[in-house]
Structures are given as structure tokens and as C-alpha cells.
């Protein structure tokens, strides 16, 4: 059972990356998958998450400060869940992690409620 996440880079300001959470060992249609991010100094941040595919996904949550620029999305034939990261500022930058947990409805974006961690992938925002 494992997570992994990777599209990390070097962007300038107002760019754009497409994350991925690909898992092995588990199908992640039955999971809530979240996304989190901890920049140097700060403590982790929830950014987004979408629950479960297998009833009715609802509506995914997005932090504030990410509403309008990030989207989370699924590939159920890949067994991949994206972050499309777009207008990417300064205050962007860290390692972003993804998680899954195995709740049967909605998702939690607190990190607590997850179980099964990515390793984080670097996602470094300069000119």
C-alpha cells in the first residue's frame, strides 16, 4: 500500500504544474484523497480534497487561498489523482504532499484523518 506523489518544479510566477498522487497496492476510487503543503517554517496545510468515487463525489474543498487556481481531480483507469495548480505565487512553494483515507463519504481537510501518506513533492515558486 503506498502513495506517490510527483509533478514538483521550478516555476516562475503565474505558472502552472499538474500534480499526481498515483497509488499501488489499493484502488483509490474507494479513498478520500487530500492534498497538503508545508513551506519551510509553517506547519502543514490542507489545500484541497475530493471524496470517495464510490457514491456521489460532491463537491471538493478547496482552500481559500487556492480557490479559483487549483483543481482536484480523478483518473480511475490510472489509479491517479490530480492537483492542477495554476497562477502559482511565491507563497505557493513547498513540499506538497497527497493522503488517503478510507472514510465512505465526503473528505476532511485536516491531515489527522489520514492514513496513507505520499513521500511530498517539491514545488518551488520564483522568478
Known amino acids: 500500500v503506498q502513495l506517490q506523489a510527483s509533478g514538483g518544479g521550478l516555476v516562475q510566477p503565474g505558472g502552472s504544474l499538474k500534480l499526481s498522487c498515483a497509488a499501488s497496492?489499493?484502488?483509490?476510487?474507494?479513498?478520500?484523497v487530500g492534498w497538503f503543503r508545508q513551506a519551510p517554517g509553517k506547519e502543514r496545510e490542507g489545500v484541497s480534497c475530493?471524496?470517495?468515487?464510490?457514491?456521489?463525489?460532491?463537491?471538493?474543498y478547496y482552500a481559500d487561498s487556492v480557490k479559483g487556481r487549483f483543481t482536484i481531480s480523478r483518473d480511475h483507469a490510472k489509479n491517479i489523482v490530480y492537483l492542477q495548480v495554476n497562477n502559482l505565487k511565491p507563497e505557493d512553494a513547498g513540499l506538497y504532499y497527497c493522503?488517503?483515507?478510507?472514510?465512505?463519504?465526503?473528505?476532511?481537510?485536516?491531515?489527522?484523518?489520514?492514513?496513507?501518506w505520499g513521500q511530498g513533492t517539491l514545488v518551488t515558486v520564483s522568478s
Open positions: 493522503a488517503a483515507e478510507g472514510r465512505p463519504t465526503g473528505c476532511s481537510p485536516g491531515d489527522r484523518a489520514y492514513d496513507i
Open positions: 497496492g489499493f484502488f483509490l476510487i474507494n479513498y478520500a
Open positions: 475530493i471524496a470517495s468515487a464510490v457514491e456521489r463525489v460532491g463537491t471538493p
